[in-house]
């Protein structure tokens, strides 16, 4: 597991599983093997939801190991083509190291399409490596002066068509999901420039508890979100970027299944179409389905998908029926049973039914809908889209009544009177947008 951000420090025994620390922030493409280093606080908090080991409090997959990939200062700020060259290295690296996911909770704006962008690019080339790639979408689901829900708000590299592009939920620290409601600062879709369906699934994001030191600025500035458990620190945190981690934790869980049952790997795009199949539909209080482009296939379900990576042999030959065994199409949460969503959202298309059960090429191209999309009851897509009452898309987006956003074609965003920087930060709901 690569971990692309701030650092990582973690007590309770992750010292052992720590691979190698590379500090990309020197600005050299190749940096030496570093002691372990986190001034921020942000890639420990993500790490250790990945897969913290503490007796006190778990990750999602406690047994993964790490590989620290340094891009955010201790102010949580970084530059692209850091993040590019700690992707590029993870790629030529990942048979040393054994990295098999690559966790970036981090983003900004989209400037321009995925096919030209060279972090989505650099994102793209590690998933043909056999890299599983998850990427929090954003925390800029709302206007912060109005408070008004937006669509659009995909951040780069969560705009990479193969990454696994996740949104944030909130529990509302219950265990039954029933009562779980999308978070309204989680970025929705569709990409910008692009058009394409993100997220892809959505995740707990909300008021998760994880590992910080101390000294860390996060831990510093918020002292309200602050515990101590069994004497040590402990930090509470919401946004995109901690429920990204949770996803990477249960693809981690995904993979130690497979590899156990079939001593093989499925292929990255097989695990998003995995974890999207067995997702959980999702609707709002007056229990309406929440539109695609901000649920995704919907609310993770990682015990589905571990069902289903223990299912699918991903060594039989294309074409071929991959299940190996039955599955049920639910699962059982806090005396629920909960029916699996069973839809795939793939790119600007949407593949419903029983797809996955075909050793298909799994391209993201699978459905062409013409030069139009007229789209559920408020969308007409085509060379300009008209969103309900609050979306103009066409050389500008207007975003709400109050208009404070407007998007132009320099691929500027003025928001209020709030601008976002072309640098990188962490996504956290906090510290989403810079000065």
């Not at 908090?45 to 006190?56: M, T, W």
């Not at 995909?154 to 996740?166: E, M, Q």
């Not at 999308?182 to 994001?205: C, I, L």
């Not at 209020?416 to 989403?432: C, H, K, P, W, Y």
């Amino acid at each position: 597991m690569a971990v692309i951000d701030s650092g990582l420090l973690l007590d309770g025994g992750a010292a052992s599983r720590l691979k190698t620390t590379r500090d990309f922030t020197t600005g050299s493409s190749t940096p030496a093997h570093v002691v372990p280093v986190d001034g921020y606080g942000h890639g420990t908090h993500v790490a250790s939801l990945i897969g913290g080991n503490q007796a006190e409090l778990q990750g999602v997959a406690p047994a993964v190991s790490y590989v620290s990939l340094r891009v955010l200062g201790s102010s949580g700020i970084g530059i692209t083509s850091d993040v590019i060259a700690a992707v590029q290295w993870a790629v030529a690296n990942k048979a040393t190291y054994g990295i098999d996911v690559l966790n970036l909770s981090l983003g900004h704006a989209i400037y321009e399409p995925a096919a030209t962008d060279p972090l989505v690019q650099a994102v793209e080339a590690a998933v043909r490596a056999g890299i599983v790639v998850v990427a929090s979408a954003g925390n800029v689901g709302t206007n912060p002066l109005t408070g008004l829900v937006g669509y659009g708000g995909i951040c780069s590299p969560g705009n990479a068509p193969s990454a696994i592009t996740v949104g944030a939920f909130k529990t509302f620290d219950t265990a039954t999901r029933s009562d779980d409601r999308m978070a309204d600062y989680s970025s929705r879709g569709p990409t910008w420039y692009d058009g394409r369906a993100k997220p892809d699934v959505v995740a707990p994001g909300h008021r998760l508890l994880a590992a910080a030191g101390t000294s860390q600025t996060l831990y510093t500035l918020f002292p309200a979100l602050r515990q101590t458990i069994s004497g040590r620190p402990y930090l509470t945190l919401s946004g995109t970027s901690v429920a990204a981690g949770v996803v990477s934790g249960t693809v981690a869980l995904m993979i130690e299944e497979a590899r156990a049952t079939y001593g093989a790997t499925p292929p990255t795009n097989a695990i998003k179409a995995m974890l999207q199949v067995s997702a959980f539909h999702m609707t709002d209080a007056a229990d309406q389905p929440y539109h695609v482009l901000a649920q995704g296939a919907g609310a993770l379900n990682t015990v589905g998908a571990i069902q289903l990576a223990q299912a699918i042999d991903p060594t039989v030959p294309v074409g071929s029926a991959w299940l190996a065994a039955g599955v049920t199409k639910s699962t059982a949460i806090d005396g629920q049973n909960i029916v699996w969503g069973d839809n795939i959202v793939w790119g600007d298309n949407i593949v419903w039914g029983d797809n996955i059960v075909w050793g298909d090429a799994l391209s993201t191209h699978n459905i062409v809908w013409g030069d139009n999309i007229v789209w559920g009851d408020n969308i007409v897509w085509g060379d300009n889209i008209v969103w309900g009452d609050n979306i103009v898309w066409g050389d500008n987006i207007v975003w709400g009544d109050a208009y404070n956003i407007v998007w132009g074609d320099a691929g500027n965003i003025v928001w209020g009177d709030l601008s976002l920087s072309q640098a990188f930060s962490a996504s956290l709901s906090v510290l989403t947008i810079t000065k």
